[in-house]
């Protein structure tokens, strides 16, 4: 028996090749899960899905910033697949800017990726979760959220990404009556497409001299978690956050 089996997982934004979200989706459905991959382009969404390991996944278009996309791609995994058991809300957008270079635009791009995606998404497969009575949502944050910064993301998205641990805990607490889980996970530095390319060898000597396991985390770091809080394995957790860091904040 697989950790995951008979279960089916919404993943936001999970059709980059090198992206949290994909690492994640292969890891669930190496567990069993039946996968619906969303993204903004519905042929790359059509083809993570049709890479992940097993039979039956799906791939679907969702603007999550959207929220008729949203309850329209909920809908749509419902048909196909008669139940949504996990959701994780992984779509994200970063921008490397400074408080005072950071205009309106910025801070809309970056709150309605990270933060209005969240709670969009998680609005549209609620209903469904509520009246089954289960549920395991898993929001992604990031250890810019706790520090204030990091080397990518301005101050927009410290705030976005604090919002996404806020609103966590908010829906864990309503939720837990209807035996739905909310819980966020908190990144620290990992190779993406998100931080790739864009590194000169000093600024990569900088940030591993602040990283106690003293190497950059692998998308398969945070997918790990990830399934540990899609299953059953964390029944009785809800509400909280868990770094996956190399212990960039001890
Ligand atoms: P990535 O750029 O590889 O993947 C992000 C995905 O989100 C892409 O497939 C993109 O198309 C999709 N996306 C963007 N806007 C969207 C929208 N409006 N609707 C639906 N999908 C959308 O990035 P990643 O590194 O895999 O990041 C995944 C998540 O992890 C993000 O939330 C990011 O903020 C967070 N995170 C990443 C790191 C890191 O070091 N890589 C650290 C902390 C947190």
């Not at 994909?22 to 567990?31: C, I, N």
């Not at 490397?96 to 497969?125: C, F, H, W």
């Not at 399934?227 to 956050?241: D, I, K, P, R």
Request: hydrophobic letters at 45%; one cysteine or more; glycine letters at 12%.
């Amino acid at each position: 028996m697989k950790l995951l089996d008979g279960k089916t997982a919404i993943i936001t934004g999970a059709a980059s090749a090198r992206g949290l979200g994909k690492a994640t989706a292969t890891l669930f459905a190496e567990h069993g899960a039946k996968i619906a991959v969303l993204d903004l382009d519905l042929d790359a969404a059509k083809a993570a899905a049709a890479d992940l390991p097993g039979e039956g996944h799906i791939g679907l278009a969702c603007n999550v910033t959207d929220k008729w996309a949203c309850i329209d791609a909920a809908a749509a995994v419902l048909e196909a697949f008669g139940q949504a058991d996990i959701l994780v809300n992984n779509a994200g957008i970063t921008q490397p800017l400074k408080l005072m270079q950071i205009e309106p635009e910025n801070y809309d791009a970056v709150t309605d990726v990270n933060l209005r995606g969240t709670l969009y998404m998680s609005q549209a497969i609620i209903p469904h979760m509520r009246e089954r009575k289960t549920g395991s949502i898993v929001n992604i944050s990031s250890v810019s959220a706790q520090r204030g910064g990091g080397i990518f993301g301005g101050p927009h998205y410290s705030a976005a990404k604090a919002g996404v641990l806020g609103l966590t805990k908010a829906m864990a607490r309503e939720l837990a009556p209807d035996g739905i889980r909310s819980n966020a996970v908190c990144p620290g530095f990992i190779a993406t497409d998100i931080t790739g390319g864009k590194l000169t060898s000093d600024m990569m000597d900088m940030i591993l001299e602040g990283i106690p396991m003293g190497r950059a985390g692998e998308a398969s770091d945070v997918a790990g978690c990830c399934l540990f809080l899609a299953s059953s394995l964390s029944a009785y957790v809800t509400g909280s956050e868990v770094d996956v860091n190399g212990g960039s904040l001890i």
